[in-house]
């Protein structure tokens, strides 16, 4: 008798206050206190990977005759929850707010020092 499989859940996209670009710091895990720019997000699984954070060696094959193998490293993606936006001018990590300005646009701003970041 075959068994039942159950659907793997559908990740529901999560919006995110950190994009692309952005200077963070690591605030939990083995490279906490590192600060880099984001490469990129993935907002499905609600992680980021950090420039020169989390770093992974790969091993590849050969693809072709005469190729020798080589190793690889990588930047591995981070949770959101473990990194903290980071001041570059004042040098200090803060959580971010939304504001809505008087023309009705929304900006982001880092709470310690008031920095507008868009």
């Given at each position: 008798?075959?068994?039942?499989?159950?659907?793997a859940?559908?990740t529901?996209r999560?919006?995110?206050?950190?994009?692309?670009g952005?200077?963070v710091?690591?605030?939990?895990?083995?490279d906490k206190?590192?600060?880099g720019?984001?490469?990129?997000t993935?907002?499905?699984e609600?992680?980021?990977?950090?420039e020169?954070?989390n770093?992974r060696?790969?091993?590849e094959?050969?693809?072709?005759?005469?190729?020798?193998?080589r190793i690889v490293?990588?930047?591995?993606?981070?949770h959101?929850?473990?990194?903290?936006?980071?001041?570059?001018?004042k040098?200090?990590a803060?959580?971010?707010?939304?504001?809505?300005?008087?023309?009705?646009?929304?900006?982001?701003?880092?709470?310690k020092?008031?920095?507008?970041?868009?």
């Amino acid at each position: 008798m075959a068994t039942a499989t159950t659907k793997a859940k559908a990740t529901e996209r999560i919006k995110m206050r950190i994009r692309k670009g952005d200077t963070v710091q690591v605030i939990a895990g083995k490279d906490k206190g590192k600060t880099g720019a984001v490469l990129r997000t993935l907002p499905n699984e609600n992680r980021v990977v950090v420039e020169g954070v989390n770093m992974r060696t790969r091993h590849e094959k050969p693809t072709q005759e005469g190729e020798t193998g080589r190793i690889v490293t990588e930047e591995a993606s981070l949770h959101a929850s473990n990194v903290m936006l980071y001041s570059t001018d004042k040098k200090v990590a803060s959580r971010v707010e939304i504001v809505v300005e008087k023309d009705g646009t929304k900006k982001r701003r880092l709470k310690k020092t008031g920095e507008v970041l868009d």
